[in-house]
């Protein structure tokens, strides 16, 4: 089964530390998108990369937040000194992004917790 | 930026009886308009999709339709069962690639 991978799938950090985050795409998926899902609420777009480019960051904060999806290995969403306020689950999905194809799939996600 | 509007938040029916779900958008631009079911934990999954070249599209007891003059798009589930429970979430793709989510429903089917 090639889907959506993430790593960890479960997240503890103390505030101030760093937490990252691995997306690897479904095989053939060129496209990686980022999204947050508070507790108890809908999922909020964060950011759109293609390998070795970012194509749309307007949905994440300007400070801290960070991601990549290099040649090589998977994408990585990095928040630096993390605050209660980002615990959250971490979805990423991937789509083909060719043509008319929009589909996405989502990764089984990370529940980062902030102490 | 597009603007997803997803009604009823709770949603309760009795098993077999039909479900629908609402919802809106803003962009006139978005063509093309996933759902998605999440269970509790569990990733979001992709249960049906329609472009918007299309009115309405089956799947078995799934079907969603499309109104682009009034910007609107719905998820209708027949012959519900337990297993339908989850919560079901609208999205909006536009040019911009990034899908923009409704703030989801939780449908409970009692059996």
């Known amino acids: 089964n090639a889907g959506v991978m993430q790593n960890p799938r479960h997240l503890v950090r103390r505030r101030g530390q760093e937490a990252r985050l691995r997306c690897s795409p479904m095989k053939g998926h060129s496209h990686v998108y980022w999204y947050r899902q508070l507790p108890e609420e809908g999922l909020k777009f964060m950011v759109y990369?293609?390998?070795?480019?970012?194509?749309?960051e307007s949905g994440m904060p300007k400070e801290r937040f960070s991601a990549e999806f290099p040649k090589e290995g998977p994408s990585i969403l990095r928040i630096q000194q993390v605050v209660r306020g980002d615990s959250a689950a971490y979805f990423c999905?991937?789509?083909?992004?060719?043509?008319?194809?929009?589909?996405?799939?989502f990764g089984p996600g990370t529940r980062l917790t902030v102490t | 930026g597009e603007n997803v509007e997803q009604h009823p938040s709770t949603l309760s029916v009795q098993e077999g009886d039909s479900a629908v779900i609402k919802c809106t958008y803003s962009d006139s631009a978005s063509n093309y308009f996933p759902w998605y079911k999440q269970e509790l934990g569990k990733r979001p999954q992709l249960i049906i999709d329609i472009r918007s070249n299309v009115g309405e599209k089956k799947d078995q007891r799934i079907a969603v339709t499309l109104n682009k003059t009034a910007k609107h798009f719905s998820l209708h589930i027949t012959e519900t069962q337990p297993e339908d429970s989850a919560v079901y979430f609208c999205?909006?793709?536009?040019?911009?690639?990034?899908?923009?989510f409704g703030s989801g429903t939780q449908l409970t089917v009692l059996p």
């Open positions: 999905a991937s789509s083909l992004g060719t043509g008319s194809s929009y589909e996405q799939y």
């Open positions: 990369l293609q390998k070795e480019n970012i194509i749309d």
């Open positions: 999205a909006a793709i536009s040019s911009a690639r990034q899908l923009t």
